[in-house]
């Protein structure tokens, strides 16, 4: 399972290539899932209308975890427990990454902050579709 954070889009948008395209076969396959931070982050960056409408299309497919009250438990905890030890990240990179544990995803993406979670999984790029 997949998680791609709104960084991996920005690189991919920022270098041409589109994500409906990259996406496509994990979508089909189920193995992407994503969460509301990351759907206004990669969305409200997209500035033509159409872009807008792809990116739209793309997040209807995906699906969401669920944002229950005992996911945000566990984002505080964990929010909680970093701080504690110095590591304070944005809320946006502990929900994002609360809710990969939950699922079991790993995390793509290019921002740093992510390697301070205990026990995500990241990479800079999804492997190859074959």
Known sequence: MWMIDSSKFIDWMRQGRNP?????PFVLANQIVSCGVIRVEVVRGA??????AELTTLFDAIRDVAMTSGIWKRITELGWQLDRQGTVLPVSDLIIGA???LEGATV???????QQ?????IREDLPDWD
Do not use: E, G, W, Y
């Open 20 to 24: 409906t395209r990259i996406l496509r």
């Open 47 to 52: 500035v033509k209308p159409t872009v807008k």
């Open 99 to 101: 809710c990969a544990l």
């Open 108 to 114: 793509v993406t290019t921002d740093s902050h992510f």
């Open 117 to 121: 979670i205990p026990d995500l999984n």
